[in-house]
């Protein structure tokens, strides 16, 4: 028990640490909320062509693990968050998350330059298809892969 | 392009709502990042059984989204960290992660008390598949299933 | 390009070797068709509880690949129509698979007794999720878990 | 419990549709199973770039479910093999399939001509991501994207 302790309860020191962080409350539905601001600031959309939408995000420190790697995470909620972004752009109904996959092909660091495409896949029903792509974009290196697929509740009206 | 400048990158305003946070460095391999911090503070290990781990989590403001449900990245936070966790109390090789995905079934809102249950699913070489299940504690609704997979780098050696 | 040929494509002898085979046609949307009677023959139905689906089946010679272990792609079957008979079952809207995902854990032979359980995991809109284990009935052990999500086409109307 | 009994086994009458077949044994590591030339017979390589395999694949009617339709099943045996072709042309190690993911987005029937297009998105250790695109030829419409990763055993002599 105490290993499990030890790997995900944080220790006094590491409260410490960061205690003095207030993290403020958002007006819900109309504000981005601490999570997406600590997630995502300093992306940056570059360009968008139809049903593709290509971003770019210099890794910072914040979203780093133990080793100082960008965090398994920090890369789902990009898949999240850029996947949600093009079916939004593309005005496809996108309410909810129904599922999300991942595969980590190789890491990066802190101060990485990574160049992030979200994709359309189709659509069927209320439901889409996206697919995100996480590479350094230096070396073109495939970082991870990600599928999220999205069900838009009130399908009908659009 | 408005649209997805929009949706993914943050206003002046809600930049500055956090600009006076800072963000502390950490030492590599031997500290919890902030992301760590930032992803787990207040879960709480409350039991181990061969293969398993049960923890508990309230849901922090920290980690809701626009809606103020729990942000899809911070559930995947969880089944990467709390997989991570029952295949490091196992003793299984675990250096990696190789592949996620996670189903999305409900969800939560800031308060809710959360139950999380890694469990071990099997061993093949040094690879390691684990399933982890976020539950609402006091309904026992199923918020999300998630696996895990890992596989260790140095997996002759073990 | 001969490698790739080699690999996915049969050689006269493979080819000549089952020639003679003829698959039946079947009436859309009244009789199985040859797909299911090849992929599901044998499979037995022991018990249903609320949201769980208990079958076994025995590892049939003609789901096993060039190493006489049961195919992955086999074991998608498997997680595909057990995941859609606990839905079928529980009277939820099933129309369409959107996603499936596996992770294969160990292998089976031909001849090997599997248990396989199909659960509902929960339900959001239309959208059903569904967990399907596959296990060594003699040894326990875990071969395959799979998710499967299907979402019915005519949700407004259940 | 009648319903699964209904949904999964068969009936005597489609049992005896088929009942004739007989299905020829293999030599192990040697021939291709029956398995795959059921799954595969008719696929044809096109073309090969680096990391990627172009293939063709009229649907057949004997991989096509109750309603006539190519079988989520098929998709997945699809997605095995032409992720596996794949890794092997490119000289990875590819022993062991540890998960497999799959979007489905559209369908497709008997007498369609499908592409279908294997990729290797990355490599970790031994460790091989691909990715496979199943689309309608005719139309560009994607079916399918699914992910496929391979595990070399012995990954240390490469």
Same mark, same amino acid.
Do not use: H, W
């Given at each position: 028990m105490e290993k499990a302790k030890a790997f995900l309860e944080l220790t006094q020191g590491e409260s410490d640490r960061v205690s003095s962080l207030a993290f403020p409350p958002h007006r819900l539905g109309t504000e981005c909320?601490?999570?997406? #601001? #600590?997630s995502l600031r300093g992306i940056r959309v570059d360009r968008i062509e139809?049903?593709?939408?290509?971003?770019?995000f210099k890794v910072p420190p914040r979203l780093t693990d133990?080793?100082? $790697? %960008?965090?398994?995470?920090?890369?789902? !909620? %990009?898949v999240d968050e850029v996947g +949600?972004?093009?079916v939004y752009v593309e005005g496809l109904?996108? !309410?909810?998350? *129904?599922?999300?996959?991942?595969?980590?092909?190789?890491s990066a660091k802190a101060g990485d330059e990574l160049?992030?495409?979200?994709? *359309? %896949?189709?659509? $069927?029903?209320g439901y889409s298809g996206t697919s995100v792509l996480v590479k350094n974009k230096?070396? +073109?290196? %495939?970082?991870a892969e990600g599928r999220h697929s999205l069900?838009? $509740?009130h399908a009908s009206k659009m």
């Open positions: 909320s601490f999570y997406e #601001y #600590y139809p049903g593709q939408v290509f971003c770019t133990r080793e100082g $790697k %960008l965090a398994s995470g920090a890369i789902a !909620n %990009l +949600g972004a093009v109904p996108m !309410n909810v998350s *129904v599922d999300m996959s991942i595969s980590f092909l190789s160049e992030i495409i979200g994709r *359309v %896949l189709g659509q $069927k029903g230096t070396t +073109g290196e %495939l970082i069900f838009g $509740k």
